[in-house]
């Protein structure tokens, strides 16, 4: 089946720095999803890209669907200590599954 | 407007017992889905479900695991004679029409088992 490999698989930062973490197939998606989970909790949905090419912003989060429609990053400007937890990518598989990655954690120090 | 409501949060069982998580999905939403999460893993699916149908059952076990999602009420995620490897967080998410706009996820059930 499809598999999304995340890297890096975590990072550690110093507050306000930026951020850049990517998510790349060996296979076509025709939409890429970017979720957060924080500790205890499931995850959520920052971001939906649907073109290839695509860049698309959420606050201080930025999310670009890749040409090849084959990857995708996410960047997080100037972080902050909210943004810690893991940070996964996900694409349909057929019509209603999702696939995810495995993962990105964010740990920032103060 | 609540969100996809999960009970209990925390479950821990004895090997051999049965676990039943719990599931309300979003009003409005007809699709439920269960992911499973193992520690320091992202989510594998396990069931897709619509009222008292199930779609896709491809990522579930085929012993012991079975879900539904009736009519009336929540959808249940039922394990029989649970094992020490069934210990992971289980989530579940609702949609109003596919995967295609993601899913809106409940906070999950840690399962434990001793």
């Known amino acids: 089946g499809q598999q999304l490999n995340q890297s890096p698989q975590s990072m550690f930062i110093q507050e306000g720095e930026d951020v850049s973490m990517n998510c790349t197939s060996s296979?076509?998606?025709?939409?890429w999803l970017w979720y957060k989970q924080d500790p205890g909790e499931g995850p959520v949905l920052l971001i939906a890209l649907y073109k290839a090419g695509e860049l698309t912003s959420n606050g201080r989060l930025t999310a670009q669907f890749g040409i090849t429609r084959k990857d995708s990053f996410l960047n997080i400007s100037a972080s902050i200590p909210s943004d810690v937890g893991i940070y996964f990518c996900?694409?349909?598989?057929?019509?209603?599954?999702?696939?995810f990655g495995q993962g990105t954690r964010l740990t920032i120090n103060p | 407007n609540a969100g996809v409501m999960q009970n209990p949060r925390h479950l821990v069982r004895r090997r051999g017992q049965e676990a039943r998580l719990r599931c309300s999905p979003m009003k409005g939403h007809s699709h439920v889905y269960w992911y499973r999460q193992l520690p320091e893993e992202g989510l594998k699916f396990m069931v897709y479900l619509q009222k008292e149908n199930i779609i896709d059952e491809s990522g579930m076990p085929k012993e012991r695991f079975s879900a539904e999602f009736p009519k009336e009420g929540p959808s249940i995620l039922r394990i029989q004679q649970v094992v020490r490897g069934d210990s992971a967080a289980y989530f579940c998410?609702?949609?109003?029409?596919?995967?295609?706009?993601?899913?809106?996820f409940g906070s999950g059930t840690r399962l434990t088992v001793v």
């Open positions: 998410a609702s949609s109003p029409s596919g995967a295609g706009d993601g899913y809106t």
């Open positions: 296979s076509i998606f025709n939409t």
């Open positions: 996900a694409g349909p598989q057929g019509a209603q599954k999702l696939v």
